[in-house]
């Protein structure tokens, strides 16, 4: 049987992937939808390539252009923050694969498990701000939720060797980003370009500097709590700088179970669409004997001050991740924009978490208004800062 299977931005690092592996699994894969917000040209060209019946242009303002490059195609447009929704409920589809960046893709991550499709998630903010609502509407519905962030690959794939309450400890690995190694007050006059400077993985700018702050790690430690079940004290972070042991899992026996690979999204986003089948694919063998030695070290969690963050904010539950991961997103932007410092960021997000009133709540409405106020809260603190400096 074919498997109809719809990319939510397709013009991403995830998302041209995402296509490069389809297109190689053959025609027992088919691309249904595709989702761009701005990158209409790239859109197109997909378009023509893969023929898909709907495509989304989810900021409104490109979808004029969008209509003139694809005219006589034949394909339905949809159009619109709302448009994502809409496209993952059409029939014909068993998999949606999620790689839009941020909290933007929770609605329709949302609305794919509700109607009891598969969710390749690579898309980890909602997941982090709204883990329960997400992972109770797909029990309840029928859904599933497949990770396809190359950690949590690795653990679905080490978790298959024992029972969730055999589970002693689960190592989350990561490279360390950029500033392994460095201590904070030399982080001070880090430029962009500099925090861009992935050592082992090549992504989208704001995973990128998720990567160099470990908010992504921080993310990720709440995400794994969400995919798999366990307390957030059973994730610890190992830094592992070669980025080839994507994960681990520590069960009671001792037994320590690893997934290794080359650090290429290409197999863990396979695996996601063929699970639980494994086939061929586009990655090339690991050998062990090319890569000599493995590093393995405890994170500084005086300098990233997220990984800290992220066992408070999982613990206090309710819109404490929201606000932790919206005032995050909102201070990235400002530092890509050249606005603020590095170490701005988290100073915003740790600034947020003080100043916010934690709700119990798990509506999409009462996440998106911590969301929005968490976005408002860094834009007033920064407009603030800029007027004492001036008067
Ligand atoms: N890259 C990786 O290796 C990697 C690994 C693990 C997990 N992830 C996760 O996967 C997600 C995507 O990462 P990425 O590196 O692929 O990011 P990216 O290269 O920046 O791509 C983001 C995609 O989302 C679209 N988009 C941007 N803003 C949007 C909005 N408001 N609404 C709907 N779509 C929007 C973009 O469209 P335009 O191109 O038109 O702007 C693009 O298609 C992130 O959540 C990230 O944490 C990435």
């Not at 023929?51 to 242009?57: E, G, H, T, W």
């Not at 809409?86 to 960046?101: F, H, P, S």
């Not at 470990?214 to 798999?228: H, Y």
């Not at 990984?307 to 932007?333: D, H, I, Q, S």
């Amino acid at each position: 049987m074919g498997h109809g299977i719809i990319i939510l931005g397709s013009t991403g690092s995830i998302g041209r992937n995402a296509l490069r592996v389809i297109e190689a699994l053959g025609p027992e894969y088919e691309v249904v939808g595709l989702s761009a917000h701005s990158s209409v040209e790239l859109l197109a060209e997909q378009t023509r390539r893969y023929k898909p019946r709907f495509v989304a242009v989810t900021n409104a303002e490109f979808a004029a252009r969008f209509r003139t490059l694809v005219a006589g195609l034949g394909v339905e447009i949809l159009t619109g923050p709302d448009s994502l929704t809409e496209m993952v409920r059409i029939e014909g589809v068993d998999t949606v694969l999620t790689a839009v960046v941020g909290a933007a893709g929770l609605p329709s991550a949302l609305a794919t498990v509700q109607c009891g499709k598969r969710l390749a998630v690579a898309n980890k903010e909602p997941l982090a701000i709204a883990g329960e609502l997400l992972t109770k509407a797909a029990r309840e519905n029928g859904g599933m939720l497949l990770p396809v962030d190359s950690e949590h690959s690795a653990i679905f794939q080490a978790m298959q060797s024992g029972s969730t309450a055999e589970v002693r400890r689960i190592l989350l690995t990561g490279s360390g980003g950029p500033f392994r190694g460095a201590a904070r007050e030399e982080l001070q006059e880090v430029t962009v370009k500099q925090a861009l400077n992935h050592p082992t993985w090549e992504m989208g700018p704001k995973i990128t500097i998720d990567s160099a702050t470990l908010m992504n790690k921080a993310l990720e430690i709440i995400e794994a709590r969400w995919l798999f079940d366990v307390p957030v004290q059973k994730i610890e972070v190992l830094i592992h700088p070669e980025s080839i042991v994507h994960s681990l899992v520590e069960f009671v026996d001792g037994s320590l179970i690893a997934q290794l690979g080359h650090p290429d999204m290409c197999l863990p986003i396979q695996y996601a669409l063929t699970y639980p089948r494994r086939v061929e694919g586009l990655s090339p063998p690991l050998r062990l004997e090319d890569v000599g030695r493995l590093h393995f070290e405890k994170p500084d969690p005086d300098t990233f001050r997220a990984l800290t963050l992220a066992y408070e904010v999982a613990r206090a539950g309710g819109t404490a991740p929201v606000v932790f991961n919206a005032a995050n997103e909102a201070a990235v932007e400002h530092f890509l924009a050249g606005r603020i410092r590095f170490l701005q960021i988290m100073d915003l997000v740790e600034h947020c978490l003080h100043n916010h009133e934690v709700r119990h709540t798990t509506s999409v409405e009462g996440l998106l208004e911590a969301d929005a106020w968490a976005r408002r809260e860094v834009a007033d603190r920064l407009q603030r800062t800029a007027e004492r400096a001036t008067s």
